[in-house]
């Protein structure tokens, strides 16, 4: 599979690891993850910086409760 290059990936890896919340949106299956676990894999130590998926249930259940 041919990696597409991205512009974002400079300005999230500017972002991520500053110590706030960054979240990232956008369309289902446009490579938001693939592009984020790439930045962190190629930027960050284990457990420096963590994700959170809200496709999966358990993220949205966390998220979503009062």
């Known amino acids: 599979m041919k990696e597409i290059k991205r512009d974002l990936q400079k300005v999230l890896e500017g972002k991520i ?3 706030k919340v960054l979240i990232l949106i ?3 299956q446009v490579g ?3 592009l984020l676990r790439k930045i962190l894999s190629e930027n960050f130590e284990n457990n420096s910086v963590q994700y959170w998926n809200c ?3 358990e993220v949205r ?3 979503s409760e009062e």
């Open 17 to 19: 690891g500053s110590g």
């Open 26 to 28: 956008g369309p289902r």
């Open 32 to 34: 938001k993850t693939t």
């Open 55 to 57: 496709d999966e249930v």
């Open 61 to 63: 259940k966390i998220l």
